[in-house]
T-cell receptor, first 114, second 114 residues
């Protein structure tokens, strides 16, 4: 039982390049989330998926797109990376009735945009 | 608007000393309350959570937190800090109904002196 996994762990991009961050969970959770973490700002929600087939914007969605590929996988795409998107990205999952809102986090992806 | 405030950005304590990390929230009703810990380079791990009942909750690693409705607070405590407790601590709140989204505070970075 790996929990929540994220790939890659580290990535360096040039401004304007695109990339997709991958996230998968093996806990059969319904809900999945993407956060970014910046110094002094805590975790801010980018997008979330309450259940398979649905996605919704969070607090800071601009510049990002997401795909809930199936119940296990939730990817985050940067179409044209900008230096302001340099951050640590965390994926999380949760399931109603399983600890009510308790979220389980992946190890993170550290992204640098030059 | 819903918000979580962690007034202390950085705290330093001596090993063996007691610890209290503050968390205040602004919410329309009593939310679900969480404390997470993040060790350097790692994802977030749940320390403890409050849903209902006893307002003093016990968590992992010897931590406890007390929910005080009158003060809209959920402070984290530990009687005797160990060097391995050095990490960043995040308070979070979640709605009792609707989505499973969480709102995070900006975090408190704990340093432990030998």
């Amino acid at each position: 039982n790996a929990g929540v996994t994220q790939t890659p762990k580290f990535q360096v991009l040039k401004t304007g390049q695109s990339m997709t961050l991958q996230c998968a969970q093996d806990m059969n959770h319904n809900s999945m989330y993407w956060y970014r973490q910046d110094p002094g700002m805590g975790l801010r929600l980018i997008y979330y998926s309450a259940s398979e087939g649905t996605t919704d914007k969070g607090e800071v969605p601009n510049g990002y797109n997401v795909s809930r590929l199936n119940k296990r996988e939730f990817s985050l795409r940067l179409e044209s990376a900008a230096p302001s998107q340099t951050s640590v990205y965390f994926c999380a999952s949760s399931s109603p009735g399983l600890g009510l809102n308790e979220q389980f986090f992946g190890p993170g992806t550290r992204l640098t945009v030059l | 608007a819903q918000s979580v405030t962690q007034p202390d950005i950085h705290i330093t304590v001596s090993e063996g000393a007691s610890l209290e990390l503050r968390c205040n929230y602004s919410y329309g009703a009593t939310p679900y309350l969480f404390w997470y810990v993040q060790s350097p380079g790692q994802g977030l791990q749940l320390l403890l959570k409050y849903f209902s009942g006893d307002t003093l909750v016990q968590g992992i690693k010897g931590f406890e937190a007390e929910f005080k409705r009158s003060q809209s607070s959920f402070n984290l405590r530990k009687p005797s800090v160990h060097w391995s407790d050095a990490a960043e601590y995040f308070c979070a709140v979640g709605a009792r109904m609707g989505t499973n989204k969480l709102i995070f505070g900006t975090g408190t970075l704990l340093a432990v002196q030998p």
